[in-house]
């Protein structure tokens, strides 16, 4: 395979981790508490899809490869993802007087009673979505590249639900209380922005930007109950890359990882893909490292800079 | 200025919580410890179940006298099986052959006495297993353990919880090669030896001298794929493992299919070699696949493509489904089930038979006692016997364990000096998105 065909790869995994990313990252900024429910909350996303896509079918036509029902069903999963999220805030997180490590546990905590309502639900095996799987698009063959229409179909709807982030935050009202909650919370409730509001929508986009990834998980891998759970430290990994806190950093260090990740094999054959290097040059690490690979990336940009790419340097 | 000292504190406080938590969680190194200890303290676990047998026997003897009023409890004897994680099929599975086979134990009773098995979930992994082999052991003291699924995770209970203590551990599925080395450790599948042997063979005799292979990365797969490369005169092009859950195997793939090789061969699970197969078809690659037994199911054809994997061949240790025990088996399963059985739960349901047995030809309910039966119940000495009643007959009329020969359904059993089994393996074709048998292999 070429270069320009790992890099699309890399693109496709990149835009699901970028998906979850930012959702944990906004979270941990408004809510200040790392939600290792997060995973399963993509989870959750994926499984309310799958159900509503049953349910519904295709609608007759269809986009990029995917029925309109399946677009519903991304909706209904992100509906999902959101309602499952602002529920737990209201009836755990919220009544829960502890600080941030306590609301840590707790998260793991909830995880697990996702998790387990899934498998009973759903069985512990894996399940995918009923959508034909596609032949690589011909065209882009002789360039290396092998991808789908669903691939293609996944980068564009993370663009457009990030694009759609990045218009909330920057002109919207909404957007603006957010970032100045973000900076500082009391702060913002003296100057008469209604903080229990803003949390509730924080979990909204977050959990539904998750559910999201989860739903284009689904459709790229496989849909089981641990899905969610396994991407979760990769995606903690984009997150503390990209500067903890920061949506951009998320949405940077998620991209990253994702690349790393799926560029791997590259790194064997080094010699003939770039230039001034000598034919034969690799450096001989093999794709089961792919994982460890990141992550030794991502400390090392941390000894470098300690708060992340795009993390507020402490003063 | 404060404010901002404030936030980078919690920043590090929470890295560092983080940090810890993932690594605790993720590497495994609280569960290390755990092994140690327990690898530390299994002889004093030894002796606590020795002491345990001893009130075992005082039960036992008055149980002898209870057995006019019939009412003593029933035996316990321990199962870890696969209910979650990658081989939950396995264990769905197996939990259908375990019922059959209690159901069957139960009717005929052992001396008036019922069989009861708790059964633990191992997740498919190691640490899970450990933990629930430790349950059964030390907390319900059972003499007798059916576990586990993975190769992998039957090795850890064994060396972490059994070895150093008199109980029995049985696998019921492990099929990894290094299980030989611990002749305390039977199992009642076969090894994935005669699996390599019989895939090298086969392979060749397609035709082609050179294979991509790549593996679970555990000790099932790492065992089986070297087996293979010692048993395989062609050349080995890429052999690569790769790791259970990931999100993605494009790059395995790509690599496979830039190595050259026409011949791929997969020892690999269902979830991942769905992936996977997912992935080929949707890169457009083509090659003739190979896989050992734990790449077929139901789940895998549901989950790939028409046409995606036709012509596949995949040899699977198989029953004997020509013999009639195992036919009378199979039927009893439809009737209750509505579906064909596979090995697996034919394997499940032996391990639950020979253990009865054993303990009906044991003197006594212990470790030490059932480490000798459990062998001879179904060794080639005895009277040669099809079904728990038969044997079970012969037993009550006074006959030792080598009056027996319990033929299973899924073979003669016949532990050898290192614990496995003689096996049968099938050959199997996907045709038209549907597992054909195409013949058989004898062990």
Known sequence: MTVLGYVANGLVFSSIIVLGSIGLSLVYSIADFANFAHGDTMTVGAYAALVTFGAVGGLGGAVLGLPYGFFLALLVGIAAGAVVAVATERLIYEPLTTDSIGLLITSIGVAFVYRAVIQIGFGADFTRFEIGALRPIEWLIPYGIRVT???????????????????????????????????NPTLARVSGIRTRRIRYWTWVIGAGLAAAGGVFLGLFNQLSPRMGFNLLLVIFAAVILGGIGSVYGAMLGGFLIGMINQLTPLLSRLGEVLPLVPDGFGIPIGIEYANAIAFVIMVAVLLARPTGIAGEEAV | ???????????????????????????????????EEDAGGADDGGEESDAGGESGDEGDAASDDADESASAGPYQIGMVDSLTGSLSAFGERNQRGVELAL?????????????????????SENQGGIAAAQKLV??????????AVGSGVS???????????????LSQNSTGLNLTDFPGLLRMSPSGRTQSLALANLIAEDGYDEVAITYVNNDYGQSLTDAFVDAWDGDVVYNTPHDQEQQSYSGIVSEMNDSGADAWLFIAYQAEFTTMVNEVYSSGYEAQFYGADSVSGDSVLANTPEGSMDGMKIVVPSAPVEEENYQTFAADFESEYGQEPTSWAAYAYDCVVNAALAIQAADEFTGAALTDTVRRVSAPEGETVTSFEAASDILAEGGGPDDVDYQGVSGPIDFDEAGDPVGFLQILEVQDHEYAGTGFIEG
């Not at chain 1, 691939?151 to 957010?178: C, E, F, N, P, W």
């Not at chain 2, 030390?138 to 576990?147: A, H, K, M, R, S």
């Not at chain 2, 090795?155 to 551990?169: F, H, K, M, W």
């Open chain 1, 149 to 183: 229409r669903h691939d293609v179909a996944i980068v564009a709807s993370a663009v457009v639900l990030v694009s759609g982030l990045h218009v909330l935050l920057q002109y919207t009202d909404l957007g603006r209380k957010m970032r100045a909650m973000a900076d």
């Open chain 2, 1 to 35: 200025m404060s404010r901002d000292t404030t936030s980078a504190t919690d920043r590090r406080t929470y890295l560092r919580v983080a940090g810890a938590t993932g690594l605790a969680a993720f590497a495994g190194c609280v569960s290390t410890t755990d092994d």
């Open chain 2, 103 to 123: 159901g069957r134990v139960n009717e005929q009773g052992i001396d008036g006495r019922d069989l009861e098995l708790i059964v633990e979930d191992s997740e």
């Open chain 2, 138 to 147: 030390n907390q319900d003291e059972v003499p007798f353990l059916i576990g």
């Open chain 2, 155 to 169: 090795l850890a209970i064994y060396e972490s919880v059994i070895q150093g203590t008199d109980v029995v551990q």
